[in-house]
Every structure is written in structure tokens, then in C-alpha cells.
Nanobody, 110 residues
Framework: QLRLEQSGGGLVQPGGSLRLSCEAF????????MRWYRQAPGREREFVAE??????TRYGDSVRGRFTVSRQPQNRLFLQMDNLTPEDTGVYFC?????WGQGAQVTVSS
């Protein structure tokens, strides 16, 4: 059975950077596409980024130009977050199909 295990997150100052990772276990097949979502306290879940095995990517409006999604090797997804703002604070989840990672807390604060 496919499962997703996340690492990364933490506390960072505004303008700083963080890198999240998400590894897929339990499948011999490519998983595609892989996505990142986030949920801030008291707010609805928000789409962050998507990466296809073809290399194509897309981003949510609020993070485009600041976040970069990548996958290397094929079963490990990364989210490089630069120029972070307090509005980026939340729990970040990786996702493929109907499977979700356990979440990683990102707090942007001085």
C-alpha cells in the first residue's frame, strides 16, 4: 500500500527559506502527479504546487514565483520555499491520488 512520509518544516523568520520533502513508499510504480497543499489555522485547505513526472509544474497564485516544487528521485517530492511571509504559516501536506502525508508545520514569525 502506498504511503507518504514527510520531513522538514519548522520556524523561520520572514524573508527566510525552508525546504520540505515527501517520500512515497510501498509502490513499485511512478506516482503522478504529486501535489502540495497547506492549511492555515482557521482557514480552508489551499493548493500550493503540483509536479508531474514529465517535469511539468504549476503553482497556486499565492506562492508562484517564491516556491519551487521538484522531484528527485521519482518517488521523493520537494518544496523549496523562499521569501517566506507570515501568511505562509500553516500545515503543509503532500498528496498523490487519495493518499496524504502526515503534514509538516511551517511557522513564519519574527
Amino acid at each position: 500500500q502506498l504511503r507518504l512520509e514527510q520531513s522538514g518544516g519548522g520556524l523561520v523568520q520572514p524573508g527566510g527559506s525552508l525546504r520540505l520533502s515527501c517520500e512515497a513508499f510501498g509502490t513499485p510504480f511512478d506516482v503522478d502527479p504529486m501535489r502540495w497543499y497547506r492549511q492555515a489555522p482557521g482557514r480552508e485547505r489551499e493548493f500550493v504546487a503540483e509536479e508531474h513526472s514529465s517535469g511539468k509544474t504549476r503553482y497556486g497564485d499565492s506562492v508562484r514565483g517564491r516556491f519551487t516544487v521538484s522531484r528527485q528521485p521519482q518517488n521523493r517530492l520537494f518544496l523549496q520555499m523562499d521569501n517566506l511571509t507570515p501568511e505562509d504559516t500553516g500545515v503543509y501536506f503532500c498528496n498523490v491520488w487519495a493518499i496524504w502525508g502526515q503534514g509538516a508545520q511551517v511557522t513564519v514569525s519574527s
